[in-house]
């Protein structure tokens, strides 16, 4: 897929590296949905399958581990695999392999980093790279890993500021200057990332401390050949084999950081029906969506965004053409559209399942009927009304845009929302303008990453014109914005005149404040000042819709609460959860598809499809072909519960030991945004001992293979 979709391409407004980091920008999520941005909301989801779930780290289901696999989960052992674990903040999951801060994650999550890193002459994304002395690792310009530390529940004091008779809007303020305050007083004394996280719809708020890691070097990636074999075609199905890893270091004070905790790689790897769990940060699910949401997403928000993902794609197919260095530059976003539209077009297809919205009606009203029976829960009948009536709100508001498709243009409402925002307490600032989020805006912000005139000028122009397209040539805003230009030459010129590719011009205007903003004759930011009431009007409704549902899924949490328990998982939320499951095959079409292939199957891969297009092994392969153990496990699938932003997550036996990195869920898995079954849908792993076998034998890398988990 890879997994990142839900957490990971700048497609729309971007799932992959800066979903949750670039400030200003709604999440692909949030676009692509139509509903509450990334983190925001969190509603309890009672499993109704055998291994459903992403579990909370302060919150797993020990009994369930015990009574059905003889698992006992220690606090010491989850305490060992949160530590072990670590987020990208460009959207993926890793785990730190080594006491030398080694972090193994998947070759699509360290892609934009890759194409960050090459240029004309070095294409590591395509060619691969080893670094054989840490003086060779290679900086990224922007990564931040984060390693959860802590979590705390601090529900009392971000509910406690909204009291009866407030409205949305005055809500959802009091709400944002509590959060503000306890993120901002927790990085003032630990020095750690601090951010509050919504669960359960509202009905938790919990403090999540990070430690930071922003000096990122790569270490060793494998050919894009192998680690996509079978590109497009292969992507959500099985069986694979593909090798999707790549590995960096993390360092402090200009050397290799001390990890004191990180995961042992078996020796061994998986075997078939052993148990496996998943430590990773899944991006966003909506598994508690009403009827009404649902059918939402089905008849309205879908198809709009496959729509635009089509078109994307077919502008960057064309763009792709045109050079080779043009296909370099303009691969990652490619890849992002096109692993996007097949994951949307998966998900639609689920919806447009009537067996699928029917059981979601039926379950729907036996809790609507339980809530109508219960004196002390009628006060929570009218929550399923509210959320039908956000839809068509939200519906009036689709296509609307404050912003373009352009870096350029990104960075220019960065420094004008930035100006503005710092001339606010911080408690009232937007989310990711408060104190506690400085450091990681500005990494973004001064980010030395290239930014390629081609590129962003076919971004930028397609963006105009969808702008002009959605509201019309007529329109207020459309008029000012093309100021009698045609949106391609307003995009040249403006491209050809800004001077926000240098870093230096950046970071003056970010000094200069508001005053200095206003008098900048720069044509990105005058087109970004431009833009920036709009931006702020659809900010302010959608903060309103989004806390008339948080309000809204809080009534029907604890409805849920009240009725069935409440041990239960929360919806994904792109914090780190642990999921479970056998290694397990299944059956399609009739076959049987057996849990795992192996390194030799490869080649017969290979051979099948007459050696053509994405079928073909990298030469390194066919190079060593000889030297390698063709039986060893290449690819394997298990049950766990996985989604977008469990990309790169380590898969652990019941030692903690690394047994595999998932990169991928089969076609089936596509429901898993809205629902969960383990007949057919299978999470896809990289097995360990392929890596190994891949870093001794293929790339003469044994120094790199005899640290990993030492």
């Not at 075997?271 to 008849?299: C, M, W, Y």
């Amino acid at each position: 897929m890879n997994t990142r979709t839900a957490a990971s391409t700048q497609t729309i407004s971007n799932f992959t590296a800066n979903w949750l980091a670039v400030a200003q920008r709604i999440t692909l999520c949030s676009l692509l949905l139509g509903s509450l941005p990334l983190g925001s909301m969190a509603i309890p989801c009672a499993p109704a399958n055998a291994d459903e779930g992403m579990w909370l780290f302060n919150a797993l289901p020990k009994n369930y581990l015990k009574d059905t696999y003889d698992f006992t989960v220690t606090d010491e052992w989850a305490n060992h695999i949160m530590l072990s674990s670590v987020r990208f903040n460009s959207g993926g999951s890793a785990s730190f392999v080594s006491s030398n801060g080694l972090v193994l994650t998947n070759h699509h999550v360290g892609a934009e980093t890759l194409h960050k890193l090459s240029d004309a002459d070095n294409n590591y994304y395509k060619d691969g790279f080893y670094a054989k002395t840490m003086s060779d690792e290679i900086k990224a310009p922007d990564l931040e890993l984060n390693q959860l530390v802590s979590i705390s529940d601090v529900t009392a004091k971000v509910n406690g500021v909204v009291k009866p008779g407030m409205n949305a809007g005055a809500a959802a303020a009091a709400r944002r200057a509590a959060i503000a305050k306890i993120e901002n007083d927790s990085l003032e004394e630990t020095k750690l990332r601090s951010n509050v996280v919504t669960l359960y719809g509202g009905a938790r708020y919990h403090l999540y401390r990070y430690k930071k890691y922003t000096d990122v070097r790569l270490v060793w990636s494998p050919e894009s050949a192998i680690a996509f074999f079978g590109g497009d075609a292969d992507n959500f199905e099985y069986p694979r084999y593909c090798l999707d890893v790549c590995i960096f270091r993390v360092y402090e004070n200009d050397e290799p950081a001390k990890v004191e905790h990180f995961l042992k790689v078996s020796k061994k790897g998986a075997g078939d029906g052993e148990l496996v769990l998943v430590s990773g940060n899944p991006g966003r699910t909506q598994r508690i969506f009403t009827v009404a949401a649902l059918k939402h997403q089905r008849d309205h928000r879908m198809p709009y965004v496959l729509d635009f993902l089509r078109r994307r794609e077919i502008l960057f197919q064309q763009f792709s053409l045109e050079s080779d260095e043009k296909k370099r530059r303009g691969q990652d976003e490619l890849f992002g559209l096109q692993n996007s539209r097949k994951a949307f077009t998966g998900m639609l297809k689920g919806l447009q399942n009537p067996s699928i919205i029917a059981d979601k009606q039926k379950k729907e009203d036996q809790l609507r009927r339980a809530v109508g029976a219960n004196p002390r829960l009628k006060k929570y009948a009218t929550a399923w009304q509210q959320i039908e009536e956000v839809q068509a709100r939200r519906l009036a508001i689709q296509g609307q845009t404050g912003s373009f498709a352009s870096r350029r243009f990104d960075i220019a409402m960065e420094l004008v929302l930035l100006a503005a925002e710092d001339a606010k307490p911080n408690e009232k600032r937007l989310p990711q303008y408060r104190d506690s989020n400085r450091e990681s805006l500005e990494q973004q912000l001064f980010s030395p990453a290239p930014i390629y005139d081609d590129v962003e000028l076919v971004k930028f122009a397609d963006s105009i014109e969808l702008f002009v397209e959605r509201r019309g040539g007529d329109n207020e805003l459309v008029r000012l914005v093309l100021d009698g230009q045609s949106p391609s030459n307003l995009a040249a010129a403006v491209l050809n005149k800004t001077k926000l590719a240098d870093i230096d011009e950046r970071k003056r205007l970010a000094k200069s404040g508001a005053e200095g903003i206003s008098a900048s004759k720069d044509p990105m930011i005058r087109l970004a000042l431009i833009m920036e009431p709009e931006f702020r009007r659809l900010r302010k409704v959608g903060d309103e819709l989004n806390e008339v549902e948080r309000q809204a899924y809080s009534q029907i949490a604890d409805a849920l609460f009240a009725v069935q328990g409440a041990s239960t998982y929360p919806d994904a939320t792109f914090t780190l959860r642990l999921a479970y499951g056998p290694v397990k095959g299944y059956e399609e079409g009739g076959q049987r598809i057996p849990p795992w292939t192996t390194m030799g199957g490869a080649f017969d891969h290979e051979k099948r499809h007459n050696a053509k297009d994405d079928w073909q092994l990298p030469k390194s392969w066919k190079d060593r072909k000889d030297k390698l153990n063709l039986d060893t496990p290449f690819n394997f699938v298990c049950t766990a519960d996985i989604i977008g932003g469990n990309s790169g997550s380590p898969v652990v036996n019941r030692a903690g030991e690394l047994v595999g990195v998932i990169f991928d869920g089969n076609i089936q898995s596509l429901t898993a945004d809205y629902m969960y079954s383990d007949e057919q849908g299978r999470a896809t792993s990289v097995h360990s001992s392929a890596v190994i076998e891949a870093l001794r034998k293929i790339y003469d890398a044994k120094k790199l293979a005899d640290q990993l988990g030492n």
